[in-house]
Every structure is written in C-alpha cells, then in structure tokens.
C-alpha cells in the first residue's frame, strides 16, 4: 500500500473513531503528567472548570483530537480542490465578522494589515492580522 | 463603541451549509475561512464550538450517514444542535413573535439563545429576518453574513 492511501485510511480511521466518542464503552488508563499539573485540574475543578477531573482531561483531549482532525480534512479539501482555500486577509475579515469586531466595517485596512502580516510572519493567524490592524485603526486614530 | 465579542459557539444557517457542502458553490470560500478561523482558535485551545441545528440539517438534506456528506461532516466540525420539546416550544414562541420567518429560522435562533460556551454568531445570509429574532432573545448574538 502506498504511503498516501496508507495516510488516507488512518485519517478515515481517525474520523470513525471520533464519531463513536458519545457512545462508545469508556476505559480506564494513565497518564503521565507533571504533579503539578494534576493539582492545578483539581484547583480549577473545585473553581468550576469541570465537574471532575475526568471531564476536564477528557473534554480537553476531545477538543485537541477534533481540531486535529478538522485539520486533516480542511487540508485534504484543498487539495482535492484547489482554489477553494481561503486567503489570509479572507479569514481575517471572517474573523472580525464572527467577532462583531468593528474592523469588519473596514474590509481595506483588514486587506492591508494581512498583506503586511503575511510578509512579516509566516503561518501567521486571522487574530495576528485583527491586532495588527486594529494597531494600524490605532494609530489614524492618534 | 461597538466591542468584539469573540464567539464560543458559532450556529450554521441553512445556506452556510450548503455553501460548505459544495466546492462549486459561489460562497464556498467564503464559508470556509469562518470554519478555518474555528480551527485556528481550537489549535490554541480556546474554546470554541460549531454546532448545526437539526431543522438546519433538514432543511440544507444533510444526512450524516450520506457518502456525499463525508467531506462536510469532515471539514465543518460541527455538533448537532437538536430541536427537543423545549427547544421546539421556545422556537415556536420566536416565530409567533416575528411574522414571516421560517421554522428553520426560529430554530436557529433559539439555539443561538442557550447554546454553550456563550456567546453565539449565527452564520447566514439572511441578515435582516435574524436582526428581527434577535431582540426577542434572552442574550445578545451577533449575526455574521456569508
């Protein structure tokens, strides 16, 4: 088996496994971690995080495996589709939209601070250009 | 001043998904940087959700089980929000209150009212009908445009 159709079933996999999350029997298993860790889960349990340790380590195990595999998928997408993957000024105006940020009234400078963010940061996130421009809104303001 | 409000629960109207099912649809792009944002900020553990209530799945024929809903299932990472009896109850109340909006309208907005973490975008392209739910709501939304 290549290796891409050997990727490709792990991913399926993957997936699989994460949709029997809410129905599958649970096992019981350990983990190293720093001492102190485990205190400070049971500190911020007791401050409300979760309602148990469990629930706390599980929900952020969840969270980590579900925006890995979203990413899997999103990268797979584009490649099955070129084209379709969205710029980094278009995220970034997605992202003062979901915000209600008032940058999103202002779709030029947004423009502008992903194309001077991208130069300067590879890699860089929407929230990177949203600070960036709200620096830039900042300083015409002055 | 108006003050961002980062959401923790981002609510798919009907045409954000069908505009995530379809590559060839003219808003595809468009819908997917919200959904690459939701990525983003789950990579740095914030907690952020994206939930599709199920009139919204009805409505868009999203069936799960589907060979062809694999990719969206895949790439929109998102939980279904159901429609119970308190749920179907407050979303009729909503589409008494507001004439001429859809059941699937109601729906999505009494999801965007109790869904947790708090607060919520309703992602749409039909900004003025959810402008009108929102001020019956018990809790502030924004409502961002595909």
Redesign the interface.
């Given at each position: 088996m290549s290796k891409r159709n050997e990727r490709r079933q792990q991913i399926d996999r993957l997936f699989e496994l994460l949709d029997r999350f809410d129905s599958d029997a649970t096992v019981v298993t350990s983990v190293r971690q720093p001492a102190a860790m485990r205190e400070a889960l049971k500190v911020a349990v007791a401050l409300g995080l979760d309602p148990t340790l469990n629930d706390a380590a599980v929900a952020a195990l969840r969270q980590r495996l579900e925006g890995f595999a979203q990413r899997l998928a999103l990268d797979a997408h584009y490649a099955n589709h070129p084209g379709v993957r969205p710029s980094l000024g278009e995220r970034a105006l997605a992202a003062a939209r979901l915000d209600d940020d008032p940058l999103a009234d202002d779709p030029e400078l947004v423009a502008r601070a992903a194309d001077a963010v991208a130069r300067l940061r590879p890699g860089a996130s929407a929230d990177d250009v949203l600070l960036y421009a709200a620096a830039l809104a900042e300083a015409r303001s002055a | 001043?108006?003050?961002?409000?980062?959401?923790g629960t981002?609510v798919l109207d009907s045409e954000a998904v069908d505009a995530l099912a379809d590559?060839r649809h003219p808003k595809?792009?468009?819908a997917?940087?919200?959904?690459?944002?939701t990525?983003?900020?789950?990579?740095?553990?914030e907690?952020i959700r994206v939930v599709a209530p199920t009139a919204v799945r009805v409505e868009a024929r999203w069936d799960r089980r589907a060979p062809t809903a694999a990719?969206l299932?895949?790439?929109a990472?998102a939980r279904d929000h159901l429609l119970d009896t308190g749920a179907a109850n407050r979303a009729a109340e909503l589409a008494g209150l507001v004439p001429g909006v859809s059941v699937v309208d109601a729906a999505v907005a009494q999801a965007a009212e109790v869904v947790e973490p708090g607060p919520a975008?309703i992602?749409t392209s039909d900004e003025e009908d959810f402008g009108r739910l929102a001020a019956h709501l018990h809790r502030a939304i924004?409502i961002?445009?595909i």
């Open positions: - | 001043m108006r003050q961002k409000r980062p959401p981002v590559p595809h792009r468009h997917l940087a919200y959904i690459e944002v990525n983003e900020r789950r990579a740095r553990n907690r990719d299932n895949r790439i990472g975008t992602l924004v961002a445009r």
